[in-house]
Every structure is written in structure tokens, then in C-alpha cells.
């Protein structure tokens, strides 16, 4: 929203491994209602930055803001709570339950009481993204791209307010690639979310986002609209390679 504090800041934050600095100084943020692509070359610190901002990792320095208030060092599962959710670069499913029962997990433990609305919630999630034909199937019997928009689906069903992405366009096919972008812009169209989308797949990233974050080395290089961020020679020098 206009003038107001952005949905989610990074601020300053620094991480290393043993003796490698994986993430240096880092600060940007993730405006309400928005796409933030992040792209860098291999073992520029993206994912170790998405670990950090869902509370996977503890930064060694900097801090995280979640609508104005801190949440640096709090666990997973107190982000979640608070509208922080996750895709994996492999797609994290439930492999023994139905497409439908995967959806059901991130709702067990609220009160029953609540659970008959989320459960429509959980259908209408599943012809969202257009898998209601296999609701009943088990998510092993599904293709690897149907499981991904799966995992996609089930980030949603507790209406995050931002969704961290880690190469969702991975070795999926084109048609559900298609189907994931029109998704993840319907959902910030519709229910006001935001995401920060981690990928090498730079055409598409630029497409979709709102604003680009490029990391070289640990460190922001640039940040901006897509076609800027892209057209800085710290990014094609760094990155892009031409
Ligand atoms: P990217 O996601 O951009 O490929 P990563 O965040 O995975 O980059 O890695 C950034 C740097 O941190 C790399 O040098 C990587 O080797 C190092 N690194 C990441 N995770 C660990 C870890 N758990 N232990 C040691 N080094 C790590």
C-alpha cells in the first residue's frame, strides 16, 4: 500500500557458514500486494535468505520485519502462524495422502469449530489451481508438476500474507508454468498477498514480478523494477553473463 510500511523488511542482515559469508548486509523489502523476484548466480546466498526470513536459519546480523514488527530469530512455525508460508525446490507433499487430504494438514491443528469453512476453503484451493479432477487421487500418483501446484495450493490455504517461493519453475512443464503464474498473480490479486519468488528462470521472473532483487556474492547488486534491475551492469557482469 502507498506510504505505508512495506509487508515484510529485511534489514541489514548478514549470515556466514563456518568461514564463508553466505549473506552480507542484505536489506530490501517486499511491499503489500506484491511479486519480489530474486535472482543471483549459484551460492549467492538466495536460499540461505528465504531460510532466514522463515526462521529456518538465524541471521548473525540484521534484522526481519513482518508488517512493522520484528521477527528475527522466531521458529517456523510461529512465522507460519503469523503469514509466513513455503515452497521447496522439491515440492514437499504429503506422498500417502489424497490431493484433497494434503490440503487438510495445515488446518489439524485449529479448533474444530473453524475447520468447516477451511475445508471449502480446501476445495476451492483445489479448482484453483485446476487439480479438482484429482482430489481423491494420492499425491505419489500425481505428476511432478500436479505435486507442485499441489504444495502451491496448500501454501494457501491459510491465508498467508507472503508466500516464499524457491524455483517453482524448476523442471515443470510449460502449461504448468502457465498455470502456477496466473496463480500466483490471482492470489495477490485477489486475497492481497504478496510473494518473493526465488528462480533462474529470468524471462519469466522479469514477466511476473513487480520488483527485482539481484544478489552477487551475498550482497544486493541491484534492486528495482525488473527491466532496471536487468539492465545494471553489476547484474549482467555478475549474472547474466553477456
Ligand atoms: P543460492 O541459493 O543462491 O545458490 P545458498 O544460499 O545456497 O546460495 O548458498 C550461499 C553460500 O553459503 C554458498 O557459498 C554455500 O556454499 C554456503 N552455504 C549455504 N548453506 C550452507 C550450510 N548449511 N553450511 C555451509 N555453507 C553453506
Known amino acids: 500500500a502507498a506510504g505505508g510500511a512495506p509487508l515484510l523488511s529485511l534489514d541489514g542482515i548478514g549470515k556466514r557458514f563456518r568461514g564463508v559469508i553466505a549473506v552480507r548486509d542484505v536489506s530490501f523489502s517486499v511491499p503489500d500486494r506484491a511479486v519480489v523476484g530474486l535472482i543471483g548466480p549459484n551460492g549467492s546466498g538466495k536460499t540461505t535468505l528465504l531460510n532466514i526470513v522463515n526462521g529456518v536459519l ?7 520485519r513482518l508488517g512493522g514488527a520484528a521477527t528475527t530469530g522466531r ?26 487430504q ?7 491443528h485449529q479448533r474444530a469449530l473453524d475447520r ?12 484453483f489451481v ?13 505428476s511432478g508438476g500436479q505435486q507442485r ?35 500466483i498473480r490471482e492470489t495477490v490479486a485477489q486475497e492481497g498477498a504478496s510473494f518473493l519468488i526465488v528462480s533462474h528462470e529470468v524471462p519469466d521472473l522479469v514477466a511476473m514480478s513487480d520488483q527485482m532483487v539481484c ?10 523494477l525488473p527491466a532496471e534491475v536487468i539492465a545494471q551492469e553489476k547484474v549482467i557482469d555478475g549474472y547474466l553473463g553477456r
Open 58 to 64: 538465524s541471521p548473525d546480523q540484521g534484522e526481519i
Open 75 to 100: 521458529r517456523p512455525s510461529d512465522l507460519a502462524a503469523l503469514g509466513i508460508t513455503r515452497t521447496f525446490q522439491a515440492a514437499r507433499v504429503f506422498r500417502t495422502l489424497t490431493a484433497m
Open 102 to 108: 494434503n490440503l487438510f494438514v495445515p488446518l489439524l
Open 116 to 127: 468447516g469453512p477451511a475445508r471449502r476453503r480446501a476445495a476451492d484451493l483445489l479448482a
Open 130 to 142: 485446476g487439480l479438482e479432477r484429482h482430489a481423491d487421487r494420492v499425491a505419489s500418483e500425481l
Open 149 to 183: 501446484l499441489l504444495e502451491f495450493a496448500r501454501t494457501l490455504v491459510t491465508r498467508p500474507r507472503i508466500v516464499l517461493m524457491d524455483e517453482p519453475f524448476a523442471g515443470v512443464h510449460p502449461q504448468i508454468k502457465t498455470t502456477l503464474v496466473r496463480c
Open 215 to 224: 544478489l552477487v556474492e551475498g550482497a544486493v547488486a541491484a534492486r528495482g
